[in-house]
């Protein structure tokens, strides 16, 4: 299936058409965007340099990185655990806790009679 182009498809098209045009028809706008290409490459060069000459210890830091996101989560899930059996802990109590209270009322009940 053919995807026709829409309307705003074909004006931008037609715009970065018109604004290529304007700017490839002064010299002082061709220098400038000549330049700026320079400079776009020249940080991907030096970005890159650094990668290769830091590989090494950037591999080490993620790997440490990693190490200590894993070491973070089996802790949050070991507290997650504790959490949930203090929860269940406190639930068992809370009712034993109610039944307790309502055992000790109908004493004082049948005491009262």
Do not use: P
């Not at 894993?70 to 109590?93: C, F, G, N, P, Y």
């Amino acid at each position: 299936m053919v995807k026709k182009c829409t309307m705003f498809c074909k004006g931008a098209w037609i715009g970065g058409a018109i604004a290529l045009g304007v700017l490839l028809s002064k010299k002082e706008y061709r220098e400038r965007v000549a330049k700026e290409a320079k400079q776009v490459k020249q940080c991907t060069v030096d970005a890159v340099n650094f990668v290769r000459d830091n590989r090494e210890q950037i591999i080490a830091h993620i790997r440490e990185t990693a190490n200590e996101v894993s070491t973070m989560m089996r802790d949050i899930s070991e507290d997650v655990k504790q959490l949930s059996q203090a929860a269940s802990h406190l639930k068992e109590s809370s009712e034993e806790i109610v039944k307790a209270t309502k055992e000790a009322a109908a004493e004082i009940k049948t005491l009262k009679k």
